[in-house]
């Protein structure tokens, strides 16, 4: 049973208009990485130490950063005031992201957190366990290496992609789709930059399940533009990509909004440590449905589909 029937919708003539869109997003996106030079990369590739605390109360993250600015560890003073703090789910809970130190004291993290206590002891759980959300550490050339590899898993993906594409159907829709895949990747870095969030180990993750979802999506629409371009030899190809994407619309449709609910659902109640995943996989469904239609099937029409 199909949930939308007998559209006869002209994607096609929209394409323009969805351009448009693409291109205000793209560029927005980039020159906000411009400005900040660069996505913002979280601990694990920049390296430092990452340490998520929990009060008994709210706590304003200022009286923290007038603490770190004199923090005492092991008879040494820093200033750690400019460190990155924010919010961890709630406005009990606090993460604090310091860069690596040259000449970091022993037993840093236990040393940093045992003088939070000691500076907010009215904030204390009446457990040590309990103020203890996480600990991270990442040291600089490993997190180097973490960006090198994160960067070759997504250009291996796309160079696979093209491949497999190009033997299945044609180079040129080979070059659909990599465009589409382009786009979504690029769109949904260039929104990360644009709201400040960060890019994580499962961010990158998140941006190879979009991939992949986008490329299902255009599959469907090519194979479906390859079968009617059998049996309708006499309709031109516009004509064709546009009856195609149509005729494919109540699957993408269902596809897209079961994806969705479920992403949404994670990104509202599955905590802080997925948040940035499922926020990526709610914005890579929609972009990555919107491009199959405007820019993968696009293209085949712009560059004219050769013998299928």
Not at 92 to 109: D, G, L, W, Y
Not at 176 to 202: K, N, P
Not at 268 to 297: C, D, K, N, P, R
Request: proline share 2%.
């Amino acid at each position: 049973m199909r949930f939308i029937k007998n559209t006869k919708i002209d994607f096609m003539a929209k394409t323009t208009i969805a351009s448009v869109l693409s291109g205000f997003l793209i560029i927005s996106g980039i020159g906000s990485m411009i400005i900040k030079g660069g996505p913002k990369l979280s601990i694990d590739f920049k390296g430092g130490t990452l340490i998520a605390l929990d009060f008994n109360q709210d706590i304003n993250i200022e009286q923290i950063r007038t603490v770190l600015a004199t923090t005492n560890i092991g008879g040494e003073s820093f200033d750690f005031s400019k460190a990155e703090i924010k919010y961890f789910g709630k406005p009990s809970s606090v993460s604090i992201r310091i860069p690596n130190m040259e000449n970091e004291p022993e037993k840093f993290s236990e040393n940093f957190i045992q003088f939070i206590r000691e500076s907010f002891p009215d904030y204390m759980h009446s457990e040590k366990s309990e103020f203890i959300l996480a600990i991270e550490k990442v040291g600089p050339k490993v997190g180097a290496e973490l960006s090198g590899d994160a960067y070759m898993a997504i250009i291996s993906a796309l160079i696979l992609i093209l491949i497999y594409v190009s033997i299945r159907f044609e180079w040129k829709y080979a070059v659909g789709a990599i465009l589409a895949l382009t786009h979504d990747i690029i769109a949904t870095l260039g929104l990360f930059s644009l709201l400040d969030y960060e890019i994580s180990l499962a961010v990158v993750a998140a941006f190879l399940t979009i991939v992949g979802y986008s490329l299902n999506d255009t599959i469907v629409i090519f194979d479906r533009i390859r079968e009617n371009r059998k049996s309708l030899k006499n309709m031109r190809l516009y004509e064709v990509v546009n009856q195609s994407v149509n005729e494919s619309l109540s699957r993408t449709v269902v596809t897209s909004l079961t994806t969705f609910f479920v992403v949404l659902v994670l990104f509202l109640f599955g905590g802080e440590v997925i948040h940035t995943f499922a926020f990526a996989m709610i914005i890579g469904v929609i972009i990555g449905t919107y491009s199959s239609i405007f820019i993968a099937s696009n293209a085949v029409v712009k560059m004219g589909s050769a013998k299928v």
